[in-house]
């Protein structure tokens, strides 16, 4: 199994940037693909991003798309977040998440505690 803790959430205004962190520890995640998702009172489940473990694809919302970017560091057994140009509607509780199938949106199993980002004059 493995255990994932998230960083980097934080309030800032419209137009900002913020880098989320995902370090996941107990087992190499390698072998998984990871995935961001986000919850905002009122709204649905969003899937944002997913990094796949089998060949590195990027996956981004069309939300997000422009404006994101997911990386790996293998090394520090880390995937991060970048997500710019933040809006207010980017506000939500980010969790980073396992993907046991690969970057389709489901099987999610190991799940982060979440993260804060709330984006406000």
């Known amino acids: 199994q493995v255990q994932l803790v998230e960083s980097g959430g934080d309030l800032v205004q419209p137009g900002g940037s913020l880098r989320l962190s995902c370090a996941a520890s107990?087992?190499?995640?390698?072998?998984?693909?990871i995935a961001w998702i986000r919850q905002a009172p009122g709204k649905r489940r969003e899937g944002v991003s997913c990094?796949?473990?089998?060949?590195?694809?990027?996956y981004y919302a069309e939300s997000v798309k422009g404006r994101a970017t997911i990386s790996r560091d293998k090394a520090k057994n880390t995937v991060y977040l970048q997500i710019n140009s933040l809006r207010p509607e980017d506000t939500a509780v980010y969790y980073c998440a396992t993907e046991a199938t690969g970057c389709h949106g489901r099987d999610y199993d190991n799940w982060g505690q979440g993260t804060q980002v709330t984006v406000s004059s």
């Open positions: 107990g087992s190499t995640f390698d072998y998984y693909s």
């Open positions: 990094i796949s473990n089998s060949d590195g694809s990027t």
